[in-house]
């Protein structure tokens, strides 16, 4: 007599073997096919632990893979589990053998098709006497009666659940999921929001390098536009109470990020500029009279503030500041008028540094929303009953934008999307019945150009947010593409992809020894960007940096000291190896810095109003060498490097009206700089974009967009 393995359960999971499904709590997880197979192949030796080479024969057994690739699978698993690689429930990593499957596993499997009768059975055969038995049930039968239980118990919960929730006023249901449905799928959707009577959504769209304003009728699906193409940038957008006229913030691309407030009608019309100066989150008060927003004079003191004022932009003044370097983001007018809940923190660090504070309008005291902190928030509003708020939010070590909602009584915090979703914009309706939103998508590669070969385009490598080239010509970059940021290798011809580090934090902005022997990147494992180092096979990580965090750039020559861009205050500084010292080396604020390949020199861009340049400074003296005056007033530096032979420095200049990128070469010793090479309107890797190779035979960009587009749920239950 023999069973078949119909399926495994473990924890709140059901693994179908023969639907090749994974079930939790009865609802199917999405998971790839390679990541059931090797799953399944853990299941089915639980309790045991698996050498590398014995998961690749089984599960890779017709392919030719690296190591990277069941890491990653492993990765996938993990994230369609919940499971925490530092705190397994499920799968344990065995330090360099393999894995092995910890958590308790029932097999389920089928009845027999055929019986042989054992002994007792034959006995009351030849006697001819009977006997009752307990009749063992089929698996169908028993997963029918276990699913009507399921319902009647969620029945009654539901039940007990609606009386509970019954006194209370907020409305917005606590999903973790939602059923989305697309306002616009062409990726350069943004900014939407919903009316607030849930029936119609605004939002900014893209095309051609113009952006325009549009209201999508979700009752016929009729799209309307209301502020035709033109050359300005959009920031944020609010509604009237009565929802017949919306406020925007915009600016033209020739002028400069100062956004300006306007109101229009939804009928459309000439918009009336009500405030100059801010940065672009808005928000109208319940009633109409006031308006809140962001204003930066980026001063030590006065970084950014909130400030106020009537409907027609009059009678402005500051509710509250933040002093250099805390920025705030957003903020939203509570539905009783009289506060407003505002994120503020900084994320140079790359640490959770980001909360929501309320601001009483009449009085300006503060109270802290939530002791929960983030790594950066892009949006937050109130609910219906000011009993809570909806953020878009990143929490290290996740990257991911996700939507929480925070109770304003308690400052709970609970994740309402999947961690592997990603969202920007938020907003609900006043009945909490609808919710829109923005998801992001980070869509950049590495490109690949030889310079000899101008009439022939880049090679795509990866998915990519920063990178460096060894001496030998192996390319070390950051990826997302695991689920987080993972430091990985791959060659120039695209082969030989490897994986180096393994973590739920971001490891990034990777940089190679002279030898070749060690990489040192960012980490923000510890809690906020430290460097970090690993030899180059990914084994023996050591922390580099305890007191100041940053993003290396270069390792000397002698194996003493990493130089690293410091994340507060965004100068030059060193640390030796050893981790005994961290030290400041050029006090000048940048968003870039490189260092010549023989360590003498620095270089960086100035931008500021008064000054647009390329600096050189000798790193032994600190005194400046060359300085090149950026002839552009509407181009800004993406990214910089030195030619291999260190005679000229290689830059990007972004024009900010066309979005066109060209790359330049600038010799040293002086001249006009050379054009290298037209790179077209696709954005920069903010992190790194730009390096060339030590032996000059290629360069590398880091180059793509950012994806958005608008999705609404509607018709949520308002008493789950």
Sequence with gaps: MSHITKGFEF???????????????????????????????????????????????????DSF????????????????????AREPRYIETISRRGYRFIAAVTVIETEPLTKEPDDASAELAETGKSELKPRTLSFPVIVFRSVLLLIVIAALLGIWYANERSAQVDAFPQNDRFGWSAISTNGTTSHVLLSPDGKNVIYVNGSGGRQSIWLRQLGSENNVEIIPPSEYRYGGLAFSPDGNFIYFTRFPLSDGPQLDIYRVSIFGGIPKKIVEGTQGWISVSPKGDTISFVRCLYEDSNYCAIWVADSEGNDQRMLTSRPRPIRIIDNAISPDGEKVVFAAGQSNTNSNDFGLVEVDIRTGTERIATEEKFFNIRKVVWLAGQNGYLISASRVPVTNFRIWRIDNSTGDVQPMTDIRENFSSVSVDRSGNAIAATQTKYDFQIRLFDPSKTDIGPKVLADATSMAIANNGTIYFSSGMSGNNEIWTIQPDGTALKQLTSDKADDFRPIVSHNGRTVYFSSNRSGESHVWRINSDGSGLVKITDNESGFPVFASDDGEWVYFHHGRTRSLWRAHVAGIKEEPVIDVRSGRFTISPDGRFAAFPVTDAADRSLNIVELATKKPIRRFALTSDESRVSDLDWDPDGKSLIYILTNSLSGQSVVWRQPVAGGEPEQVRDLGTDEIGESSGLVYAPNGSFFCIIQGRWKHDAVVSLGLDPKP
């Design 11 to 61: 924890g709140e999971f059901y693994l179908d073997t023969v639907e090749r499904m994974l079930m939790r709590n009865g609802k199917p997880v999405s998971i790839t096919p390679k990541s059931y197979q090797l799953l399944a192949f853990l299941l089915e030796n639980a309790g045991t632990t698996l050498e590398k080479d014995t998961i690749m024969e089984a599960v890779w057994r």
């Design 65 to 84: 893979v690296e190591d990277g690739n069941l890491s990653f699978t492993i990765r996938l698993i993990r994230i369609a589990l919940d499971d925490d």
